[in-house]
C-alpha cells in the first residue's frame, strides 16, 4: 500500500528517508529551504552514487495532511517550522520526531512525577508540546551515520537502523505497520516497548562524543579509540548515565560497549563537528543543554558535562563571529 508521506528536513537523516521510501512506491514529498530546496528541485536527491530521485519539494506545506509526517530537523529549528509540520498533521498521522538528544515529547504519555510538563531546553515556551499532540508520535532513535557533503547528496551506507516506539510505552497495531513499512523500503526498523531507554543509550554515546569531536576536531574512531580522551568520554558518560538512571531508564550497553561501537565508526565525523566545520548552529540543545537541565532536578553535578559544552559553545560562538 502506497503511503503519502512527508518528511522535514532533507539533510543527511531525512534525505536517506526520503530515498529509500521514494524507491519503495511511496508518495514522498519534503519540506527544505534554500540551496537544498532547489538543488532537491532541479535535480532531484541523489544518496551515495545512485541516480537522483525526483520527489516533491517545497518550502512550505501544502495538500493537506499526510499519513506519516518524520521531522528530520535539528531540535533548535522545530517551533520555527511548526506552521507548516502542523498544517500537515491531521487526526490519523503518524509523526515520527528523528531528532537526537531529549525530545520535547519526553514528559508525555507515561505516569510519573514529572508527566505533562515541559523541557525548556528543546521547548522554552511549550509551544511544540502545546501543537503536536503527543498521541501523534512514535518516537524515534536513528543508529546510522550519513552526511550531506552538499545539497542534494547524501552519503550514508547501510544498515539503517531505527528503533521506533509508543510515548505510552504501548505496543500498537500502528507502531508494527510503520516498521513493517521502513523494513520493505529498505530500512532496519525494529519495534520498542521502551523508547526512552533506547533514546538515553544513544544520548550517552552522542553527548561524549559530538561536543567532544568539536574541541579535538576528532573523528569518532579518535573520541572512542585515543587513550587521550578516554578519562573524558568516560566521564562524561557516567554523568549522563546517573541523570537517566533518574528516570528510570535501562541501559542496552555500557560504557565499554558504546565506546568499542563508536570506535568502529572510524574516521566519520558526528553531526556536530559537521555543523562546526560548515558554520551552522550547533545542535547541542537536545544533547546537551536538555540533559543538564534533567540533572538540575535531581542536584546531580555534571562537572566534565558543562565543562565540555562550554569549551563547545565557546568555539561555536569564536567562529560565527569570524568573518
Not at 511548526?82 to 537526537?100: K, Q
Not at 557533503?149 to 510515548?167: A, D, H, K, N, T
Not at 531507554?197 to 561536543?211: E, G, Q, R, Y
Not at 545542535?283 to 563547545?312: H, K, N, Q, Y
Request: neutral net charge.
Amino acid at each position: 500500500m502506497s503511503l503519502r508521506i512527508c518528511i522535514a528536513g532533507a539533510g543527511a537523516v531525512g534525505g536517506v528517508l526520503a530515498v529509500q521510501l521514494a524507491k519503495a512506491g511511496h508518495e514522498v514529498s519534503v519540506l527544505a529551504r534554500g540551496q537544498t530546496l532547489t538543488a532537491i528541485q532541479t535535480h532531484g536527491l541523489q544518496l551515495n552514487d545512485e541516480a537522483p530521485v525526483r520527489l516533491a519539494a517545497r518550502e512550505k506545506a501544502d495538500g493537506g495532511p499526510v499519513d506519516v509526517l518524520f521531522i528530520a530537523v535539528k531540535a533548535h529549528s522545530l517551533e520555527a517550522l511548526l506552521p507548516e509540520v502542523t498544517s500537515l498533521i491531521g487526526p490519523d498521522t503518524i509523526v515520527v520526531p528523528a531528532i537526537n538528544g531529549i525530545p520535547w515529547w519526553y514528559f508525555a504519555g507515561v505516569q510519573g512525577p514529572f508527566m505533562g510538563e515541559v523541557v525548556r531546553a528543546v521547548d522554552p515556551e511549550g509551544k511544540i508540546l502545546s501543537a503536536i499532540d503527543w498521541r501523534c508520535i512514535v518516537g524515534a532513535v536513528v543508529y546510522f551515520t550519513a552526511e550531506a557533503p552538499r545539497p542534494g547528496l547524501v552519503l550514508s551506507r547501510p544498515p539503517y537502523r531505527f528503533i521506533l516506539g509508543e510515548p505510552n510505552d504501548m505496543s500498537s497495531e500502528r507502531l508494527h505497520s510503520l516498521c513493517s513499512v521502513l523494513r520493505k523500503a529498505g530500512l532496519d526498523a525494529v519495534a520498542s516497548e521502551r523508547i526512552r531507554d533506547d533514546i538515553w543509550t544513544k544520548l550517552v554515546a552522542n553527548l561524549a562524543s559530538n561536543p567532544l569531536s568539536v574541541v579535538a576536531h576528532a573523528s569518532l574512531g579518535e573520541i572512542f579509540g585515543r587513550s587521550e580522551l578516554r578519562e573524558a568520554v568516560l566521564a562524561v558518560m557516567r554523568e549522563a548515565m546517573l541523570v537517566g538512571a533518574c528516570y528510570g531508564a535501562r541501559f542496552a550497553a555500557d560504557p565499554l560497549r558504546l565506546m568499542e561501537v563508536g570506535r568502529l565508526k572510524g574516521a566519520f565525523k558526528t553531526s556536530t563537528l559537521q555543523d562546526y566545520e560548515r558554520r551552522r548552529p550547533l545542535e547541542l540543545s537536545g544533547m546537551g543543554d536538555a540533559v543538564l537541565e534533567l540533572a538540575a532536578r535531581f542536584a546531580i553535578p555534571m562537572p566534565t558535562t558543562r565543562l565540555l559544552l562550554s569549551l563547545t559553545q565557546f568555539l561555536a560562538h569564536k567562529t560565527q563571529e569570524t568573518p
